[in-house]
């Protein structure tokens, strides 16, 4: 499914392990001065940030239709996911691959080293916890695809974007630690800063990917494929339609805007041929209840 009733869950617990990750890190990034530790904190922060934005998308999205907005406010969650995308480019990788530079150009020893790969830990743990309850998620509205197909093709944006979050979290949590590491064992404080700039690349890819995958949303797309291949399979099953001519959806966060242009079967008046719409449209609602708005055309050719 859609897999936006999936979604809560997966934001709070990502909002609860990011606060304290954040907290521990920004601690050990100021005792330590590592580069690597100060964007892990900053990261961590744009993410708690990015959070907070994503439920008061949802908020936003249950507004309930009017005059001005015939069609709701759904699709607030795009508008809200996209600001996410371009925090986590500018806030979280662009600040990540600067401080790195810095650091390269301007190389501070690493004081309680062993502090800071403390911090890491318990970060990757808590953050583990958090991909866990995510990935639980994202399963449930996959189904059989598999992580890229389903990425490329979920209407869940908010689901969309704690994915990348946590994942992007993670990598860049032993990318960190890998680098305070190397520099504990070298005593070289460029894979620190070199730590440190992979961390800001890495935000920046998943910002990118991130974006595109919203901006598809917030220019209109329909339905998942497979969702489409769904309705249209039951549209056409239904005794009272004889051949669907279009199939039109519009996905508008968790709810669906479907129309229909179909030849229906012949009756023997205008009565009779809208209880069969009706009919047809009550159970298609029944059946797909993300479907919130039906618009049905009778008609001989597309």
């Not at 994503?54 to 936003?60: P, T, V």
Request: glycine content about 8%; hydrophobic content about 55%.
């Amino acid at each position: 499914m859609s897999g936006h009733a999936n979604s809560l869950k997966a934001i709070l617990l990502a909002l609860g392990a990011n606060f304290a990750i954040f907290v521990t890190k920004l601690f050990a990034a100021v005792i330590t001065g590592s580069g690597a530790m100060m964007a892990e904190a900053v990261h961590s922060l744009a993410d708690c940030g990015n959070q907070g934005l994503l439920l008061l998308g949802m908020r936003q999205a249950r507004r309930p239709a009017s005059d001005e907005y015939p069609l709701g406010w759904g699709r607030a969650l795009y508008f809200w996911s996209f600001l996410v995308a371009i925090l986590l480019f500018s806030v979280g990788g662009m600040f990540s691959v600067y401080e790195g530079i810095h650091k390269l150009t301007n190389p501070e020893p690493l004081k309680w080293p062993w502090l800071a790969l403390g911090v890491l830990v318990f970060g990757i743990v808590a953050e583990s916890f958090s991909m866990r309850g995510c990935m639980q998620e994202v399963n449930k509205a996959r189904g059989t695809q598999n992580l890229w197909t389903w990425f490329r093709g979920t209407r869940s944006s908010e689901l969309l974007v704690i994915f990348g979050e946590d994942l992007a979290a993670l990598i860049g949590l032993c990318l960190a630690t890998l680098a305070i590491g190397l520099t504990m064992l070298t005593g070289n404080l460029m894979f620190d800063a070199i730590g440190t700039i992979a961390i800001g690349v890495l935000l920046l890819v998943v910002a990118v990917l991130v974006a595109i995958e919203v901006k598809a949303l917030l220019i209109g797309q329909g339905v998942e494929p497979r969702r489409r291949a769904e309705l249209l399979a039951f549209l056409n099953a239904r005794t009272e339609v004889a051949e669907v001519l279009n199939l039109i959806t519009l996905q508008m966060g968790p709810d669906v805007m479907v129309a229909v242009k179909a030849r229906m079967q012949p009756v023997a008046s205008d009565r009779e041929l809208i209880d069969a719409i009706n009919t047809v449209e009550s159970a298609m609602k029944a059946e797909f209840s993300d479907v919130m708005w039906s618009f049905f055309e009778p008609d001989n050719a597309d």
